[in-house]
């Protein structure tokens, strides 16, 4: 299967970084020996003084896996990537360095700036529009920008450079897969609309725990913490497609023009101590592993009091959602890893007398990865057919056959702008978390603790 590719050249600035090694060389992998970019070339650059044979041996080491699978078409295209790629070092930020690059490059180019976000913006101002060929694209990883204002400054320095349908944004949480699941469940089921509302539904919580603790990323997470690591970009992008009123197409503008309106109606409002809570994890231990205190963890510095776990209670002020409660949640160094969407429906407003027995809402629930639905009814029970009992509706969704990284990849080179976030979406999601940040600092909202491996601290059980 091939697709059509509007990019010539993937140039990945940040070669010998992590996210380079673990999750973009092997997206490609398979996007290239599935046949979904015939004819790219790919060019890494970084600062270190690399010989060709190092990243090459990079390749190498990261299409692995692929190469041991795929079939002999898959196998070329492999080899091909690896014959025709270079690496030249380079300082990005450094005046007319990326531009002298990009003349060289055969074009369109998709520049990936794998680097640190700082260094990515310094990048970006030192290019000059005249200087960018015409059809590049720009592909900027999270977290873009660290506030409201730094992310609007982030998007005008991009806006000097290049179109915005050249810009990605990009959010590998949702793949493209999950991201049609949750609208082909929504808007291709009559049953549905009618009581996805406040009428029907009494609240809306989006999860995402996880077992993992901080596993040696101490230098970035703990600048960041699970608000902005998680809530701010990830959970606040599946809220909005949970919550859209529905599009004409799932074409990128009508979706992402419903995806827009739903986050400008959205706010966390004050009080944040009763709509927002925050803790981290000390030491414990999770499936028999020893997890030490975050606090003393290598890299963390205790008094920055950065949160391992956050909640926050988002509204959002429209017709459809008024008054039901979105409530976002994600940790790390949980007990249960739980990657999910939970709809609870209101109670029917009239039991008839005589059922007796588990009367529990009905609850919807959409998994994430793999992606999972299933539906919690309440049925006449067995035995006693007027003492009712509760009855799971299961069912498998698709999943892609690319890695997610595949699927970020793929909307670049093919000049889909689906699965990236957009100028305005990006500034407003900061404009939603940026009041609880603030709060946060103030010390508004105490700073709670959970031993590592258990669900939060105890008075957050749901
Ligand atoms: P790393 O610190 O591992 O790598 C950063 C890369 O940038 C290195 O290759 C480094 O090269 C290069 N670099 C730094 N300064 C310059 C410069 N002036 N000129 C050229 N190259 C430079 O970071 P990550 O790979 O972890 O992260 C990259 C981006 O991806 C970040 O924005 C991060 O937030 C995001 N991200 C990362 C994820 C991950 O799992 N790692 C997940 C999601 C997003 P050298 O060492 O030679 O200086």
Not at 320 to 328: D, E, H
Request: charged residues 25%; hydrophobic residues 40%.
């Amino acid at each position: 299967m091939t697709s059509q590719t509007s990019v010539k050249t993937l140039l990945i600035l940040g070669a010998s970084g992590d996210l380079t090694g673990r999750l973009l060389l092997p997206g490609l992998a398979r996007l290239v020996a599935r046949g979904h970019a015939p004819g790219l070339v790919l060019v890494g650059a970084g600062s270190d003084p690399w010989t060709p044979e190092q990243w090459l041996e990079r390749i190498e080491e990261s299409f692995a896996d692929e190469n041991s699978q795929a079939e002999a078409y898959g196998r070329r295209e492999l080899k091909r990537i690896r014959e025709s790629t270079s690496y030249h070092q380079l300082d990005v930020t450094g005046e007319g360095q990326l531009a002298g690059l990009l003349a060289q490059l055969e074009g369109p180019v998709a520049v990936y700036f794998a680097l640190p976000p700082r260094i990515s913006q310094l990048a970006c101002e030192a290019l000059a529009s005249d200087r960018v060929p015409a059809g590049t694209r720009l592909v900027m990883e999270k977290p873009f920008g660290s506030s409201e204002e730094s992310a609007r400054h982030l998007n005008e320095t991009l806006a000097a450079l290049v179109p915005e349908d050249h810009i990605h944004r990009v959010d590998h949480f949702l793949g493209k897969a999950t991201v049609l699941n949750i609208l082909g469940l929504r808007f291709a089921n009559n049953f549905l609309e009618p009581v996805w509302n406040r009428e029907h539904i009494e609240k809306v919580e989006i999860i995402f725990d996880e077992d993992l603790a901080l596993e040696g990323r101490a230098r970035y997470y703990d600048g960041a913490g699970a608000l902005r690591d998680m809530i701010q970009s990830h959970l606040l992008q599946i809220m909005a497609l949970m919550a859209i009123e529905p599009p004409a197409s799932v074409g990128e503008r009508d979706l992402r023009d419903a995806v827009a309106t739903v986050l400008r109606a959205s706010s966390i409002k004050a009080p944040y101590a009763r709509n927002t809570r925050r803790a981290r994890y000390t030491a414990g231990s999770i499936d028999g592993r020893k997890v030490p205190d975050y606090a003393k963890e290598t890299g963390v510095d205790a008094s920055r009091g950065t949160e391992t776990l956050a909640e926050v209670q988002v509204e959002i002020d429209n017709w459809r959602w008024q008054g039901v409660p979105f409530i976002l949640r994600s940790g790390k160094a949980l007990g249960n890893k739980r990657k999910e969407a939970v709809v609870t429906f209101r109670p029917p407003p009239h039991l008839p007398k005589g059922f007796t027995g588990v009367d529990a809402p009905n609850q919807l629930r959409i998994g994430f990865g793999p992606d999972t639905l299933a539906f919690d009814v309440d049925v006449n029970g067995p035995g006693n057919v007027l003492s009712l009992d509760r009855a799971t509706l299961k069912a498998e969704l698709s999943a892609s056959d690319l890695l997610p990284y595949g699927e970020v990849l793929e909307g670049i080179l093919t000049g889909d702008p689906l699965l990236s976030v957009r100028a305005d979406t990006a500034e407003d999601c900061w404009r939603i978390v940026d009041p609880v940040l603030k709060a946060w600092a103030r010390g508004s909202v105490p700073l709670q603790e959970y031993p590592a491996g258990t669900s939060g601290p105890g008075d957050w059980l749901a």
